[in-house]
Each structure stands twice: as structure tokens, then as C-alpha cells.
């Protein structure tokens, strides 16, 4: 939820990062993740793009459960909040 308010622009990168600290959450999305995100919701970018440069971004292309996730989320059988959280974990701490 908190990240998803600074994506759509509505808590500044401060606000952001300081309610993280706050919660006790190490680390913030970067912010080529964040643009990435953001030109995916906007429409600007397919699913294929999104995913293809999501799995290069954290290092999991080539993992094949990478690639299963990857083609679960082109083919619109997850949602993207999924998709990146299964990513997240396949990439570890």
C-alpha cells in the first residue's frame, strides 16, 4: 500500500522512505524499479516488456522459475503485485 502511494504520486520519496524506516523495512524499491513500475501501469510498456525487464532488473531471468512466473504473468494468470512479490522472493534477501 505504502509503495503503491509513491508510485501514483501521492507521498513524496522522503515520506516514502522515512515510513519505511519507520516500519522497519530495510530496503526501498530503486527507482528504476519504481519507473518501471510506473510506466507499466500508465500503459506505456506490455506485460512481456514489464516482465522480461523486471527479471533482468533482479537477476532472476534465467531461473526457471523465473521463467515459469514470467510466463504465468504474460499470459495474465497473476497479477503484477504477484508477479513481483514471487520474483522478490526468488531473488532472496
Known amino acids: 500500500m505504502l509503495e503503491k502511494a509513491y508510485r501514483d504520486g ?3 520519496r522522503e515520506a516514502y522512505e522515512s515510513n519505511l524506516a519507520k516500519l522497519g523495512i530495510a530496503r526501498p524499491p530503486d527507482g528504476r524499479r519504481v519507473a518501471l513500475r510506473r510506466a507499466f501501469d500508465e500503459g506505456k510498456i506490455t506485460r512481456a516488456i514489464y516482465a522480461r525487464n523486471l527479471t533482468a532488473q533482479l537477476g532472476v531471468a534465467e ?3 523465473g521463467r515459469a512466473l514470467t510466463k504465468a504473468f504474460v499470459d495474465g494468470k497473476i ?5 513481483e512479490k514471487n520474483l522478490s522472493r526468488l531473488r532472496g534477501p
Open 10 to 12: 501521492r507521498i513524496s
Open 63 to 65: 531461473d526457471p522459475a
Open 79 to 83: 497479477d503484477v503485485d504477484l508477479f
